[in-house]
């Protein structure tokens, strides 16, 4: 499952007056590093409209593990399918960083769907892409390598938020190693591990909260194949 989600954020695909009315509709709210906007099992139905900032939303296994499901950043909606299903939350989401957004009522929520038919596709189109991406995530639970995973989510990590410097690409939104293993849906071992293995083959070069591509065609190929020659 991708990480980001598929093709442009919401706001993004809004048209410039529907995308204002909708943030008009909320309320401003500031989140800090570490700050939980949502928990999983909470029957409230509020949605927040990120307005700048990267959020993460994970749930707890059986087996008391963490598995992050998603990165949620600029222009993304959080807390839809409660307000549409009026079901628990699915997952807990936390502020990766100080994160802006439009805190909307599930009520005008649903209110605005209703008066814009294309703002209500939009969402049917996204709850159905996550449910795609999760039935391909489960495939890849199953058969594909830690390695190959890893490397399948680091390109994710520097398409979307990878800046280039000397050394290669940056990637901007810091995860340490037991996030990258919740990522994935494996132990901090066996990042570190694949980790190890790629700085060994220059692939990547890491630091304290910092990670650099240095062979993004090779790290392609790994995220293609799952095993270097």
Do not use: Y
């Amino acid at each position: 499952m991708s990480l980001f989600g598929q093709g442009h954020a919401f706001l993004d695909a809004l048209s410039p007056g529907d995308r204002a009315d909708l943030i008009n509709l909320g309320t401003p709210r500031t989140f800090a590093r570490g700050e939980a906007m949502i928990r999983e099992g909470d029957h409230s139905t509020f949605v927040l409209v990120i307005l700048d900032g990267w959020s993460v939303a994970e749930v707890n296994t059986d087996r008391g593990a963490r598995l992050i499901l998603a990165l949620r950043g600029a222009g993304d909606l959080v807390g839809e399918l409660a307000a549409v299903d009026h079901r628990p939350r699915s997952a807990t989401v936390t502020a990766l960083g100080e994160l802006n957004a439009t805190v909307l009522t599930g009520d005008r929520f649903r209110g605005f769907l209703f008066q814009r038919p294309v703002a209500a596709g939009l969402v049917m189109r996204q709850l159905s892409s996550r449910l795609r991406s999760s039935d391909q995530e489960r495939r890849e639970l199953a058969s594909g390598t830690v390695l190959r995973r890893l490397a399948i989510r680091l390109l994710e990590l520097v398409e979307r938020t990878g800046r280039e410097v000397e050394e290669g690409t940056v990637v901007d939104l810091p995860l340490p190693q037991h996030d990258l293993a919740a990522a994935i849906g494996t132990g901090r071992e066996a990042v570190a591990k694949s980790l190890r293995l790629l700085r060994d083959q220059d692939v990547v070069r890491t630091g304290p909260r910092r990670l650099i591509v240095t062979n993004p065609h090779l790290l392609r190929l790994l995220a293609e194949r799952g095993e270097l020659n």
